[in-house]
């Protein structure tokens, strides 16, 4: 199996150290050395380079996420970010209007207990019986 970019994973996995490396160090390694790859055959030395060659190459399309929550403030940022650094992209987000309990949820929902914060978004209108909005 290779990747859209010719990356080939098992190449990846198998240059990878960290025999007894913690599961998750050892996936950030390997997310390290793809990002390493496509820096390399896209000729990046920096992030600016990197943002303006993937940018170049992105010219439009949409993302759909779909969640049981609305995202946590930490995810909002991600999602703008990204947005920003491709401004031809939407995003839409659709979340549920009921907890597992089938009690009805509000758009935006304070996190609760000792959490900061609230899940999703204040003004996501109904669509199809989910909280749905549109990010641009
Ligand atoms: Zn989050």
Request: contains cysteine; proline residues 6%; charged residues 20%.
């Amino acid at each position: 199996m290779r990747l859209s970019r010719g990356v080939d994973p098992v190449d990846l996995v198998n240059r990878s150290p960290g025999d007894g490396w913690p599961v998750r160090r050892r996936i950030a390694h390997r997310v390290n050395l793809l990002a390493n790859e496509v820096d390399q055959r896209l000729g990046c030395q920096t992030d600016d380079q990197y943002l303006a060659a993937v940018a170049a190459q992105v010219t439009g399309g949409g993302i759909q996420l779909s969640s049981d929550m609305g995202p946590c403030h930490s995810c909002r940022a991600v999602l703008r970010l990204f947005l920003q650094h491709f401004p031809l992209v939407n995003c839409t987000v659709t979340y549920r209007k009921t907890n597992g309990r089938g009690e009805p949820v509000a758009a935006l929902t304070p996190a609760g207990g000792r959490l900061c914060g609230a899940y999703g978004y204040e003004d996501a209108p109904e669509v199809n019986g989910l909280w749905c909005t549109v990010l641009a």
